[in-house]
């Protein structure tokens, strides 16, 4: 991975009519990078994504592949290739005829052609498969028929609008480690667009989380999980624990708030918060410690009573109601076999759960 | 005593014939039969009355290829038939693609107004259109006031093909559309992020993958237009004849009436189509491989 930019988007807009598809966007993507545009249906990434290749048009803004202003230049006269939902195989074409149609487009010789072909269907690993029409192909099959498609043409960018939307579970955690280490042998900038935070995470260098048309946060798969920058990145990866209060102020390197109840919890926050601002505390299920008491509660520490228990093999989810309208949810790891255990939480026993100030993040919207 | 699984098959060849016979018998009658009696009449002899004498000859077959009039009946009938179709696609593409692509609360309001000139008789439609080609027509009218000055429109072998083109439109939309409907645009968005411009992503996708539907407008358009006598005769004023027209005449007007002879050319008309259509699909399911 180098630090020169691929992909820039400079204050893109998009609009359709009334509804503002994307708004204000500013993004840059790094050369060989795999980045990910994540967010849930009609924030906007696909649209992004369209604006990219060149199926739409910004309102307004101005897209860069390659430090190159690419304008209303159409389609197919852009670096790019994607890799389409649909996967969008012409289905009166063979296997090999779908890959060799870009080589086509670009007049490429002949003799060549059937080389490159070769090599794209064995990176895929579907040799053999050539002569087969796409609707003879299951899903994965497909799937990888596009992907070679797009990449014999060693396009500067791929991009990738939910291609394993369409897979089964099993099939699409395969291809997703699958298409991770293609992106590492290619060396070429992969753009994903997914609504699967899980899927980002475990595929992505850097994840672009977008909410309503805008960009939310850009950052690793760490930063985006651990360190998110707004209640909705908190909520929309992965599982967490919210407390609504307001800042009563600081404590050393922590921002102290209070919850309507009274109860008060220290945790960071990203930048200097005033005195009054309404926050919202955030901590993941498995970053919460749970303790026996022992009369004193300790810093951060509060009161509560175990309500269930629920073990799910890798580990147990326990959920303690701290008072009427407060339960927190907490994931311990089973790393002993609970069967060696003589004791296991149980519900209605006592206990005190402990917020790790360094692991829990004071939200402002 | 028959398993019953036999009692099965035979219960079900019982209805399965039950059903069949009807259409059968009607194909049999109104179809079958008149198509033997103009093969055979086309072997026979024509007496100078005008009567069917059973005399097995070739004559009938000779006249139609040594004589201009019918040679020429022939070649002006395909040449006119291949320019309709070809023309009522051109046109009707474009449409169909239109119609297909309009937001879903307007297409079926558009293919209804293809549709609605139907719900008026063929000869009406065509009448009107003498109004509109008339010396003193609507057409002629305008080209004077803006100063062209009036011209012979009716009564031409333009007429003809306008009228043909007109009347056989809807039957190259209807099937157009259809194919057209069924089309994956994606498909294009994909051709052209494989570098493919316009023109060549028509070529290479859309075009092959709506064969059947062109192949299917234009066999409907082309045979009823073969045959056609009505509009040549009310709008190219029966000045040439086309096949139509020929055997209309030797069937009804001739004088005498020549039914023989007019089954050879209806015989030969048939086989003309077979081979056309033949060749036809041969080489329109090749570029869909």
């Known amino acids: 991975m180098s630090d020169?930019?691929?992909?820039?988007?400079?204050?893109?807009?998009?609009?359709?009519?009334?509804?503002?598809?994307?708004?204000?966007?500013?993004?840059?993507?790094?050369?060989?990078?795999?980045?990910?545009?994540?967010?849930?249906?009609?924030?906007?990434?696909?649209?992004?994504?369209?604006?990219?290749?060149?199926?739409?048009?910004?309102?307004?803004?101005?897209?860069?592949?390659?430090?190159?202003?690419?304008?209303?230049?159409?389609?197919?006269?852009?670096?790019?290739?994607?890799?389409?939902?649909?996967?969008?195989?012409?289905?009166?074409?063979?296997?090999?005829?779908?890959?060799?149609?870009?080589?086509?487009?670009?007049?490429?010789?002949?003799?060549?052609?059937?080389?490159?072909?070769?090599?794209a269907l064995e990176l895929v690993r579907l040799s053999g498969l050539e002569d087969r029409r796409p609707r003879q192909l299951s899903?994965?099959?497909?799937?990888?028929?596009?992907?070679?498609?797009?990449?014999?043409?060693?396009?500067?960018?791929?991009?990738?609008?939910?291609?394993?939307?369409?897979?089964?579970?099993?099939?699409?955690?395969?291809?997703q480690l699958e298409l991770k280490s293609l992106q590492a042998r290619v060396g070429i900038t992969f753009v994903f667009?997914?609504?699967?935070?899980?899927?980002a995470l475990t595929m992505s260098d850097r994840i672009a989380v977008m909410n309503k048309g805008k960009l939310l946060q850009v950052g690793t798969p760490t930063e985006i999980y651990e360190r998110p920058n707004c209640r909705f990145v908190a909520d929309f990866i992965g599982e967490t624990n919210f407390i609504d209060g307001v800042v009563i102020g600081r404590d050393g390197n922590y921002t102290v708030l209070e919850t309507p109840e009274g109860l008060r919890l220290r945790g960071l926050a990203a930048r200097p918060l005033s005195d009054g601002t309404a926050v919202t505390y955030s901590i993941r299920p498995e970053k919460v410690r749970l303790l026996a008491p022992n009369g004193e509660l300790p810093p951060n520490g509060l009161a509560?009573?175990?309500?269930?228990?629920?073990?799910?093999?890798?580990?147990?989810?326990?959920?303690?109601?701290?008072?009427?309208?407060?339960?927190?949810?907490?994931?311990?790891?089973?790393?002993?076999?609970?069967?060696?255990?003589?004791?296991?939480?149980?519900?209605?026993?006592?206990?005190?759960?402990?917020?790790?100030?360094?692991?829990?993040l004071v939200l402002s919207e | 005593m028959a398993t019953i699984q036999q009692q099965q098959q035979r219960r079900d060849r019982i209805r399965l014939a039950l059903l069949l016979t009807p259409g059968l018998l009607w194909l049999l009658l109104f179809f079958a039969l008149p198509l033997v009696i103009i093969f055979l009449y086309s072997f026979m002899t024509n007496d100078a009355l005008g009567r069917v004498v059973y005399e097995p000859t070739l004559n009938n077959y000779i006249t139609i290829f040594t004589q201009s009039l019918y040679v020429?009946?022939?070649?002006?009938?395909?040449?006119?038939?291949?320019?309709?179709?070809?023309?009522?696609?051109?046109?009707?593409?474009?449409?169909?693609?239109?119609?297909?692509?309009?937001?879903?609360?307007?297409?079926?309001?558009?293919?209804?107004?293809?549709?609605?000139?139907?719900?008026?008789?063929?000869?009406?439609?065509?009448?009107?259109?003498?109004?509109?080609?008339?010396?003193?027509?609507?057409?002629?009218?305008f080209l004077e006031i803006i100063g062209i000055g009036r011209l012979t429109l009716l009564n031409t072998e333009g007429a003809t093909l306008i009228g043909l083109i007109y009347g056989e439109l809807p039957f190259m939309v209807l099937p157009l559309y259809a194919a057209i409907d069924r089309f994956d645009f994606t498909l294009m968005e994909a051709a052209a992020d494989l570098g493919a411009n316009k023109v060549q992503a028509f070529l290479r996708i859309m075009l092959p993958m709506t064969m059947p539907g062109i192949v299917a407008g234009s066999v409907l358009v082309f045979i009823p237009t073969l045959g056609q006598f009505v509009?040549?005769?009310?709008?190219?004023?029966?000045?040439?004849?086309y096949?139509?027209?020929?055997?209309?005449?030797?069937?009804?007007?001739?004088?005498?009436?020549?039914?023989?002879?007019?089954?050879?050319m209806a015989v030969l008309m048939m086989l003309v189509l077979l081979v056309l259509i033949m060749m036809y699909f041969r080489v329109t399911s090749e570029e869909e491989r």
């Open chain 1, 4 to 119: 020169s930019i691929a992909i820039e988007l400079c204050d893109v807009v998009k609009r359709f009519g009334d509804v503002v598809a994307v708004d204000h966007v500013n993004l840059q993507i790094r050369d060989g990078e795999f980045f990910s545009l994540l967010g849930p249906s009609g924030c906007g990434k696909t649209s992004t994504l369209r604006m990219i290749a060149g199926f739409e048009l910004p309102t307004a803004g101005s897209i860069l592949i390659h430090g190159r202003e690419m304008g209303i230049t159409p389609p197919h006269l852009r670096p790019v290739n994607t890799v389409f939902q649909s996967y969008a195989l012409f289905p009166h074409m063979t296997v090999a005829q779908n890959v060799a149609f870009g080589l086509e487009m670009r007049k490429t010789p002949k003799a060549e052609i059937a080389r490159q072909v070769k090599e």
């Open chain 1, 193 to 199: 667009v997914t609504h699967d935070q899980e899927e």
């Open chain 2, 72 to 141: 020429n009946a022939y070649w002006r009938s395909i040449w006119t038939s291949v320019l309709t179709t070809v023309i009522c696609l051109l046109i009707g593409y474009p449409l169909a693609v239109f119609i297909a692509r309009s937001p879903q609360q307007w297409r079926m309001p558009l293919l209804m107004l293809i549709l609605i000139p139907f719900w008026t008789n063929f000869l009406v439609r065509i009448y009107a259109w003498q109004i509109i080609l008339a010396n003193n027509g609507i057409i002629n009218s």
């Open chain 1, 304 to 360: 509560g009573t175990v309500m269930t228990v629920n073990y799910i093999g890798s580990d147990t989810r326990i959920t303690v109601r701290i008072n009427d309208q407060r339960t927190i949810d907490i994931w311990e790891q089973n790393t002993r076999s609970t069967l060696d255990r003589d004791e296991y939480w149980q519900p209605g026993e006592a206990a005190v759960i402990v917020c790790p100030p360094d692991n829990a």
């Open chain 1, 139 to 175: 899903g994965g099959q497909q799937q990888r028929v596009a992907l070679a498609r797009a990449l014999v043409n060693h396009p500067e960018v791929l991009l990738l609008d939910e291609p394993l939307g369409a897979l089964d579970q099993k099939l699409r955690k395969e291809m």
């Open chain 2, 243 to 264: 096949l139509g027209n020929l055997i209309q005449r030797l069937f009804l007007r001739a004088n005498p009436i020549n039914w023989p002879l007019g089954s050879a």
């Open chain 2, 231 to 241: 509009v040549s005769e009310l709008l190219g004023g029966a000045k040439v004849d």
